[in-house]
């Protein structure tokens, strides 16, 4: 099966410390309670090779895996963390080698400017210049209270709606993904 044919991508999208890892453990772990086969990819978007896998300080790459993944990985600076090197990993490459694993549903923390369907997470007032940078926005989730009537053009969690948005995400990867396996 080629990615695409029966298998969802979203992104999560944000700056620093907005929550991106910890809400893509919590599809990760929901996706999979609904019987899904998923995976996971993690852009070091702070430059550099990530942390060695081996290290202490790579806890939060490995997240996505113990939540559930059945493939998880972490890319930056030409290190793909699955273990690989090559010149250049470009996410295009990296899906193409998911399909191998055959998920139904990947979750993507970063690569803002790809086109895939995509959650932003926005903590303060700077972050919402992001709307107006990024495509194919699927929802914003806010750490901040939103007049939701002047963004109309995104549907608008607050963060602490938790049970809404990811129910709202779980039902787009399950309508892409076809049936539950369970």
């Not at 044919?5 to 996706?31: D, R």
């Not at 990985?73 to 793909?80: I, T």
């Not at 903590?123 to 007049?147: E, F, P």
Request: with cysteine; proline share 2%.
């Amino acid at each position: 099966m080629a990615l695409g044919e029966h298998c969802s991508i979203i992104q999560i999208v944000g700056y620093q410390n907005s929550g991106k890892t910890t809400l893509v453990e919590k599809l990760i772990a929901k996706a999979k309670q609904e019987g899904l086969r998923v995976a996971s990819i993690k852009h070091h978007g702070h430059g550099g090779v990530p942390d060695n896998i081996c290290s202490s300080k790579s806890k939060d790459s490995k997240r996505h895996y113990k939540a559930g993944a059945i493939v998880s990985s972490v890319e930056g600076d030409g290190v793909l963390q699955l273990s690989a090197k090559v010149d250049n990993w470009s996410l295009e490459k990296i899906l193409k080698l998911y399909e191998f694993f055959s998920p139904q549903v990947i979750f993507i923390e970063g690569y803002k400017q790809k086109h895939y369907p995509k959650v932003v997470l926005i903590r303060s007032l700077n972050d919402l210049s992001l709307l107006h940078s990024l495509t194919n926005i699927k929802c914003v989730i806010s750490h901040i209270k939103l007049d939701k009537k002047v963004l109309k053009k995104h549907r608008v969690f607050q963060l602490d709606e938790e049970k809404f948005y990811i129910d709202f995400l779980i039902e787009e990867v399950v309508k892409k993904s076809g049936p539950k396996l369970i």
